[in-house]
């Protein structure tokens, strides 16, 4: 087999900052090749030296034969690139973006339906719809069909489904083996674990060092405690009230005609892990909207904390927590700075805070890092953060966004130790996730799709009724039914 | 809980590379060169002298115009095409021809406050040469300036450079501010909060005031320490005005970036409003000159009511009386933009 | 191949140009941003001597006095709007901002035709000087027979004659490199210019491609103002629309580079945005000569105007436009704009980066 990718002895500094050190590996021509490893290890470093965005302080790499030093263009003309923060020009269309992207690479959105035509079929009928009204995940969906509409010799793929809910990541791995298939060499990166399966060869990277490259099987095994930690022990009925915490009935949102959220009733306990679960566009974003007091409700009624959503919704908000993946803490402040700030807003008192402070970042051991900007850290902690910094002043229910996009598997697993943690002083987690490992952790789950909730219940009682091994498998038997795609 | 908001404000304005830099530079630069370029005072006009009597006295009258102030003697021409190619190529600005005892003065006015005032100074150089009686009959008239004494321009400017300086400050770094925050999406996270729209939008605002009144302060420091002009009237009115000025401008870059979705947009509107706004106000040019129907926009021109105020307070030394007037009227817009500008803020929607 | 690259080139366009129709705010201030500048420098901006209120004093109305009087208010320059009479009465009223000019009639006016004082607010020194000038001119009524007078190329001393040339060097500059710097720089805060720098087409082309709506957009708004000027502002057209277009297009060029030497330097939107308001709006604004004459600044502020491009070009504009000169009366100009447009095209392309940095 013929080399499409090597990489010898390549390190790359920024300032202080060792980004890369003595990174080498090959990836084979039509090979499906996998860089993962924790945030900050180097990943999106390496793709960029790769596609000729950055040049290597020491060592050489050549893609398709061609030098990433000396023969830029060469390669430019036979990679596709999709970076981790790919993004759409908003106040163009669907259609406009993926044409433009089209063109872009010199081929045309007919030629290239075929390879795209899984994931673009959902968005098809929004294609005159402006790509900065679509959601998070559509936006996500749009961007891999513009990455993927020309065919190229080699694909990199940074993170490319973060934020997409797993029946459309199966869909999108599915797309890539068909283009394996046209000896097309794809290197992706991704936190899924069951997307590393779906990789020949991975290479593990931690602190910008190979520390292994090795099917995805061999390597999961021999890094298990990185990749695979032991499930958490979680005694489900404790901390769990009769009172409800949060009580919704017939709540609807439409948008004109477009019923975003239509007619969805459920009721959330005190101390309740409530795990929110729908596709891409199912409407989960905006029923959390409308719960939080940051939209008005078309119609029905609802009850956060004992305050009505349509009128109270100032009260609401003072007893409740938010975190989103989108935004969570100022990075311009520092650690310490944005614990005061928002406990400031919920009116707890200087000494109290200060207090406060030191407890949590003893217990998250984040001491040393009390003065450091939030936007120096790593992804996983200012995840942690964030969600400690929601439920500092004690909130009666926290609700969580797609806390975890993004973060590595050992990082999530403490993400829901903390969790777990907050559940048993009584504060109710309302959550939502693409990972179906995470499904399992909640007390109760609901299932959305096309703005109705379809299922309901315990993670167990879900796979029995619906006579299925796992909740992925739930998931996407579920999702399936889905007969429209957008919020 | 507005204390932390603020708190949070003034890191961020601090951590910012390049806020600190404006706010620390803008100030002196404007205070330092402006003043010196808006300078209106006609001088070194050069003149070409097309002299075909080639007498005593036309010679003579030639001197008087090399000694003059204003005038700058180019050269002597042959013909007055050639003195009209002079000035065809800015060699020259005014063209003072002698044929037969008459006197033509041709002066380009492409400009034409120049134009006009270079050539009524060298008529009357021209006229007090030729017929000493008119000068006699001039001397008898005399002159007196109230306020500005020195007639300098710079007097008539720096109040007005001031009030730039506050729309800068207050107006177009909080309305930017706000807008970023929203591009950013930071502006959701404070929404789910408690924090009530009030408490928001006066952290935005407190931080850009206090910054404001800081730099007019710098500036009256300024204007004493370069150029020796300090405010004849009460200082406190100087700061009434700008708190005014400034809760207006505050507010009207509120509004834009509540509606505004992108920076750009915001800076652009903004931008025409106060070009509008200024032009409009009598900062450079007298409001009186206006056609009726720009002088009606003066009637709700903010702007204008402190530029009015404030050379009032600063140049003419007027008490609160003699700006009671205008205080009121700022009062009246400023109030109603800011009830707009909160109302406008919409925390649920 | 060349009929991809075409293709791939004219999406790119149309993808800018979509950008730009589709922030109709913005599009509408751009338009009428040139549209509300002429009408306010044609019509609202002047410095004419006109309305200025004032009072007569005067202790005894005599024959002589009244026609004075009578003159001053049949004149468009002043408006009377008291007559008082002790000169203490009048000064009150300047102060109280009631009146900006008093004439002050000695009681032997009329029997030596002279004794005339002047009280003049003289906060604004250059209006107050001209508003003296004016009615000493209106009441001594000078034999002015013996000098002729003649006002070249403006001969009512419009301000909108001056102004034109202004504004276009004005709007060019901030339209072509506020404009395009933005645009480059958003792309880069987006992380799009990630997947536009490793697609196969040529950075540069990349480049062209957006300075393109940006260029016809200028070369639009040169000619709505063009036209405003003619037909509304009746500031008419002297010199050779040709030449005139020409050296437009050089300036719209230099304006062009610069915008793309910011979006080199700035890495944020908010950046861009202050590096060309500050550095290129403030000082072609104060020390192009667009309101304020070169001339009468200090030396070393003079210097400073020498290397800011917008000056050459209204001087250019300003004897091409109005005074009608031929091409070769501004050769100096446009040899200095072609320079610089030469000179910061070249940094602009060497500097941009085809990485990441």
Known sequence: MNEAIIASHVSKNYGRVRALRDVSFSVGKGEVFGLIGPDGAGKTSMFRILCTLLLPDVGTASVDGYDVVRQMSDIRRRVGYMPGKFSLYQDLTVQENLEFFATLFGTTVEEGYDSIKAIYSQIERFKDRKAGALSGGMKQKLALSCAL???????????????????????????????????????????????????????????????????????????????NPPGIEHEKTMGVAEENVIEVEHLVKAFGDFHAVDDISFSVRKGEIFGFLGANGAGKTTAMHMLTGLNQPTSGTGRVCGFDIRTQYEDIKRHIGYMSQKFSLYEDLTVAENIRLFAGIYGMQDDEIARKTDDLLRKLQFEEHKNDLVGSLPLGWKQKLAFSVSIFHEPGVVFLDEPTGGVDPATRRQFWELIYDAASRGITVFVTTHYMDEAEYCDRISIMVDGKISAMGTPEELKRTLNQPDMDHVFTYLARQATRSSD | MIKYLLQKEFLQIRRNSFMPKIIFIFPIMVMCVMPWVMNQEVTNIRVDVVDTDRTTESQQLVHQIEQSNYFIFNGQKATYQEALKDIETSQADIILEIRDGQYLIAANAVNGTKGSIGSSYLSQIVTAHVQPSVVAIQSKVSTLFLYNKGQSYKVFMIP?????LMMMLCGFLPALNIVGEKEKGTIEQINVTPVSKWSFILAKLIPYWLIGLLVLTVCLILSWLVYGITCQGPLLLIYLLAILLALFFSSFGLIISNYSDTMQQAMLVMWFFVVCLMLLSGLFTPTRSMPSWAYLTTYVNPMHYFIDAIRTVFVRGGTFQSIAHQVYALVCISTLMAVWAVKSYKKNN | MTRIKMNTFLSFVIKETRHILRDKRTMLILFGMPVVLMLLFGFAITNDVKNVRTVAVTSQMDHLTQTAIDRLAASEYFSITATVPQPQEAELLIRSQQADLAVVFAHDFAAKKSGVQFIVDGADPNMAQQWVTYAQQVILNPQSSLVNLKLLYNPRMKSAYNFVPAIMGMLLLLICAMMTSVSIVREKEQGTMEVLLVSPVRPLMIIVAKAVPYLLQALLILFIILAMSATVLDVPLQGSLG?????????????????????????????????????????????????????SMPRILQWVSAIIPPRYYIQAMRKLMIMGVGIGEVWQEVTVLTGMTILLLVISLKKFNKRLS
């Not at chain 1, 599915?174 to 097309?184: A, C, G, N, P, Y």
């Not at chain 3, 062009?256 to 590096?275: D, E, H, K, P, R």
Request: charged share 20%.
């Open chain 3, 243 to 295: 030449w005139i277009l020409v050296v437009s297009f050089i300036y719209i060029l230099l304006a062009l580079s610069l915008g793309l030497l910011i979006s080199n330097v700035a890495q944020t939107q908010f950046v861009a945005l202050l590096v060309s308001a500050m550095m290129l709006l403030l000082p072609t604004v104060m020390l192009s000569g667009m309101l304020f004459p070169v001339e």
């Open chain 2, 160 to 164: 007005a450079l001031m009030g730039i």
């Open chain 1, 149 to 227: 509409v020309h065919q190229p010799s080699v694909l990199f793929l940074d993170e490319p489904t973060t934020g997409v809910d797993p029946v459309s990541r199966k869909e999108f791995w599915d797309m890539l083996s068909m283009l394996k298939e046209r000896q097309i060499t794809i290197v992706a990166s991704t936190p899924y674990l069951d997307e590393v399966r779906r990789c020949e060869r991975v290479a593990f990277l931690s602190e910008g060092q190979v520390m292994g490259i090795d099917t995805p099987d061999v390597i999961l095994d021999r890094f298990k405690d990185v990749f």
